[in-house]
């Protein structure tokens, strides 16, 4: 019997996807998946098919888990709605309230935020103190502390935490070491290789590559991937199937993007030294054989005038993230780091003066142009 027009409108022919093999993987834009029966149902509680409700799990965010994983030489991954989740994620995999955990005091604005915030008053126990000193961490440690959370690379002064340190530190006391590898990538570090256990990432920033995607990743051993897992399913921050597609598409061109900005950023970083109104350049050193990352934090000399600057660098825009194939610049006192206490950020030595370049994938010579062009302006 042909349908009617209401029913028509629904039901529609559609052709069979299964036949004609895609390029690229599709994007599994859809919230549930269908059964046959009640028997093939079934088969998703047995374990034989592996997709019931998106929020539980879907084919483009288990990609991008799996993708990252794989990257990070980790045998399981997880991906979630931000960077913010899969660090919230992996912190209740690791530790329960009233259990301690160590952080550094150059955490990234967000996370700080999430510890002060956030996790303090679901009872965990926080302290957040310098890094810069293993011993000072070691001092640290108390009877109920169960993780050491850090950065590979750390936010605005690029700060390379001493990894191979803090793991041994970590393993020597039977803490769960977790790092947050956003500003190295596993294209020039790969944390859990050395021996970390939880690695996160915001995929917003270098995985996904191209500023057009909220993301997040956490892998790890399985036991704690599954835990992580069940966190993001049980809190709601379950990545959508769009979202993951974009971000594993970026995933495809990380080598090349970070290959080119590296070196981008390794010109310019040596360029800011030569010149004499900059009182200080931030670019680590000896993160890696294939390069030192892409960003570049300067501290301008007083007498720049730092809204000139800002309003003088031409194609550089000022976003207040990192990480895309454009130049940008950032102003940490007046985005990452407002809610940082002035205490902690003047022993940070995070100063009025400080300027986050997240260098693209541009032409060097126009990137320093632009830059020369900014300071030339601001001199008062
Ligand atoms: C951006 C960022 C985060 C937070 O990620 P979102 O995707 O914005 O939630 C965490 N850590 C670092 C180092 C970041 O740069």
Redesign the pocket.
């Known amino acids: 019997m042909t349908k009617h027009f209401n029913t028509q409108t629904v039901h529609f022919q559609k052709g069979d996807g299964e036949k004609n093999v895609s390029k690229t993987k599709p994007i599994y834009q859809t919230s549930a998946f269908t059964f046959e029966s009640l028997e093939d149902m079934e088969s998703y509680f047995s374990g034989e098919k592996e997709y019931l409700y998106t929020r539980y799990s879907n084919p483009n965010p288990d990609d991008l888990g799996a993708g990252v994983a794989q990257l990070e030489g980790a045998p399981a991954g997880a991906a979630s ?7 919230l994620a992996g912190v209740m995999a690791a530790a329960n309230p009233g259990e301690h955990i160590i952080v550094p005091e150059d955490l ?1 604005g ?2 700080y935020q999430l510890f002060e915030q956030e996790l303090k008053g679901f009872g965990y126990e926080i302290s957040v103190i310098d890094f810069t000193s293993i011993k000072n961490v070691e001092e640290e440690i108390k009877d109920n502390t169960v993780l050491l959370y850090s ?1 590979s690379i ?2 605005p002064l690029l700060r390379a935490e001493n990894l191979q340190e803090l793991i041994s530190l970590g393993k020597t006391h039977n803490l769960t070491v977790m790092i ?1 590898n ?2 190295a990538t596993p294209y020039l570090i790969q944390p859990y290789k050395q021996g970390a256990d939880i690695v ?6 270098y995985i996904g590559g191209h500023s057009d995607v ?3 990743v956490i892998v790890g051993n399985e036991e704690l991937i599954a835990k992580a897992k069940k966190k993001i399913i049980n809190l709601g921050g379950s990545l959508s199937p769009f979202e993951a597609w974009l971000a594993c598409r970026g995933l495809k061109t990380l080598s090349v993007r970070m290959e080119r900005q590296c070196a981008n950023a390794n010109e310019l970083a040596v360029w800011f030294r030569e010149q004499e109104d900059i009182k200080k350049v931030y670019y680590p050193e000896a993160v890696s054989e294939r390069g030192n990352g892409a960003m570049v934090s300067i501290e301008l000399e007083e007498y720049i005038d730092l809204h000139t600057f800002f309003s003088s660098l031409d194609w550089v825009k000022i976003v207040p ?3 895309g194939v454009e130049t940008t610049v950032s102003y940490p006192l007046g985005t ?1 780091h407002r809610t940082v206490p002035e205490e902690i950020r003047n022993s940070l030595g995070i100063t009025a003066g400080i300027v986050r370049i997240s260098v693209g994938i541009e032409e060097s010579k126009d990137i320093i142009e632009a830059f020369n062009g900014a300071l030339q302006a601001a001199k008062k």
């Open positions: 709605s931000s960077g913010m989740s899969a660090i990234y967000g996370t950065e750390a936010n947050d956003t500003f996160v990432h915001s995929a917003t920033k909220t993301a997040g993230t990192l990480a990452s």
